[in-house]
C-alpha cells in the first residue's frame, strides 16, 4: 500500500482488495449524506470481539491510514503463518474477531484530501459553510462531515453537554468543526457506526484521532474493571500517554458513548504529533506506535514484541 492521502475510492480499493484475503469480510455499513459507503473490514473468526474506527475528522485522515496499513498486514502474515509483533496471525485470528473501520467521515475526508473538485457542488456546500468562520483554515481545518456536523460530537453521552460546551465557543450552527448537530445520532455516519457497534458487542473499542501521542480512556467518572490496566499496557507498547481527556472534549464522542452504553473499556488515541492533517513523513512512526497499541487492545494484554 503507497503512503498516500487517502480518498473514499482509494480506501474503498484498498478494502475490496483485502476483502478477498483469508478470515476477511467486507460490508457496508450505510451511505452518508453524499452517497459514499461507510466501509468495515472483519478479519479473523474469534470470540472476543474488537472495533477500531478512524477518520471521525477529515482533517485526522491520516489516522485511515494506519487501520489500512494494519489490514493489509494482518491479512499478509495470516497468509503466510506469520507473526505481526511476535503474535502469530492465526492463532490471534483464532482469539480475535477485529472490525476494521478506517473512513467513518468519507465524505469530509474527500474535501480535505483534494478528491472533490472546487468546482463541484458538495465543495462548493462546504465552502459556503466555512466562510462564517475564516479563522479557520479552509478545507485544511475542516473535522466535520460535509453537513457541518463534527461526527466525534454527535453520540448520546452527555450530548447535552457538549452543545453547552460548544456553544460557549460560539458554534451552534453547522460549522468546520466543533457543531454537535440537531441531536444524538442525526447523522447517517454516527447511526450506522453505533449501529454496528451494537451488532458485533466488542469487547474493546480503540477510535483513532490525531495529534497529541495521548491515550484517553475515562467517561463520566465510570470506572470500567480493566480498563486502566489495559490502557496502561497501550500505553507502554507505543510510548503513548494515558491521560485524562480535556475537558471541553469529554462529551459526545464514540468512545464515551461505547463506554456509557456497554460499561466496557474504549479509548480515544490521539496519534502522532503537530497541526492536523500531519504530514506524510510522520506515518512511519505513527504506523510502528499504532501497530503494538492495536494488537494489545485485540489481545487484551501486551504482545510479545513492541
Known amino acids: 500500500m503507497s503512503i498516500v492521502p487517502v480518498s473514499y475510492d482509494s480506501c474503498r480499493e484498498i478494502l475490496h482488495t483485502l ?7 467486507l460490508r457496508s455499513l450505510g451511505r452518508t449524506p453524499f452517497r459514499r459507503q ?3 473490514l472483519s478479519l479473523g473468526a474469534g470470540k472476543r470481539s474488537v472495533l477500531f474506527s478512524a477518520a471521525h475528522h477529515a482533517n485526522e485522515w491520516i489516522t485511515a491510514l494506519v487501520l489500512l496499513a494494519f489490514a493489509r498486514d494482518y491479512a499478509r502474515a495470516l497468509a503466510g503463518n ?3 509483533c511476535g503474535v502469530p496471525a492465526r492463532a490471534l485470528a483464532e482469539k480475535c474477531t477485529i472490525h476494521l473501520t478506517p473512513l467513518v467521515n468519507p465524505d469530509g475526508v474527500d474535501l480535505v484530501t483534494g478528491a472533490l473538485l472546487p468546482e463541484s457542488p458538495q465543495y462548493a456546500l462546504a465552502r459556503k459553510i466555512a466562510a462564517a ?5 479552509f478545507p485544511a481545518g475542516w473535522k466535520a462531515n460535509l453537513l457541518g456536523t463534527d461526527l466525534n460530537l454527535n453520540y448520546p453521552a452527555g450530548w447535552r453537554q457538549a452543545r453547552k460546551n460548544k456553544a460557549l465557543l460560539g458554534v451552534t450552527s453547522p460549522a468546520p468543526r466543533d457543531y ?3 441531536c444524538p445520532l442525526n447523522q447517517p455516519e454516527t447511526r450506522a ?3 454496528f457497534t451494537r451488532e458485533v458487542q466488542p469487547e474493546v473499542v480503540v477510535a483513532l484521532h490525531s495529534q497529541g501521542q495521548e491515550i484517553y480512556w475515562q467517561y463520566g467518572g465510570l470506572e470500567i474493571p480493566g480498563a486502566r490496566e489495559l490502557g496502561e499496557a497501550m500505553a507502554q507498547v507505543s510510548g503513548y500517554a494515558l491521560a485524562d481527556t480535556p475537558y471541553l472534549s469529554a462529551f459526545a464522542g464514540y468512545k ?3 463506554i456509557q452504553t456497554f460499561r466496557r473499556p474504549g479509548y480515544t488515541v490521539e496519534v502522532g504529533l503537530g497541526e492536523n492533517p500531519l504530514p506524510l513523513a510522520q506515518f512511519p512512526e505513527i504506523y510502528q506506535c499504532c501497530l503494538p497499541l492495536l494488537l494489545t487492545a485485540a489481545l487484551g494484554e501486551k504482545p510479545i514484541d513492541k
Open 180 to 182: 454537535v448537530g440537531g
Open 19 to 25: 476483502a478477498a484475503c483469508p478470515q476477511a469480510r
Open 82 to 84: 506469520d507473526a505481526l
Open 256 to 258: 464515551d458513548w461505547f
Open 193 to 195: 457506526l453505533a449501529a
Open 133 to 137: 468562520y475564516p479563522e479557520i483554515p
Open 38 to 40: 461507510v466501509l468495515s
